[in-house]
């Protein structure tokens, strides 16, 4: 398994994405629609298939979500340590800071954003295309 990113993934009502963009960027986070994620090969399908399954898994709850817009939700430079290839070299665990600024900002956008409290690891390539990853 090659390097991974931690993100928080949402669906977001089509409408709020970029409102919910340039909010998650004043915490230095950084949103990426699946659609058009740069380590996702058929953005599309992807997009579908994850969606799918964050509806599906609420048995109901968020069947008003089945159109809303995938995303994902990382850190930026400020949450974590550089090596001096300008890889990430994460020294621990995520600052629980990170945590609540993200879930805080979540928050402010209401039942037009749908999430679960948890973060996973997305693959990363490391390009300039992909921020929070050799960007230096």
């Known amino acids: 398994m090659g390097p991974r990113h931690l993100v928080a993934t ?10 919910l963009e340039l909010r998650v960027m004043t915490e230095d986070m950084w949103l990426w629609p699946v659609r058009t994620a740069p380590v996702v090969v058929d953005g599309p399908r992807m997009e579908f298939q994850l969606r799918r399954r964050l509806v599906e898994q609420r048995r ?36 629980w800071a990170a945590h609540q600024r993200l879930w805080g900002a979540l928050a402010e956008f209401g039942p037009l954003v749908r999430y679960r409290r948890r973060l996973s690891g997305i693959p990363t390539v490391a390009t300039d295309d992909w921020p929070g990853l050799n960007v230096r």
């Open 10 to 19: 949402v669906l977001a009502e089509p409408s709020v994405v970029e409102d």
């Open 60 to 95: 109901g709850d968020w069947d008003d979500a089945a159109t809303w817009t995938p995303a994902w939700i990382g850190f930026g430079d400020a949450w974590h340590e550089f090596g001096p290839d300008g890889n990430v070299q994460p020294t621990g665990p995520l600052p």
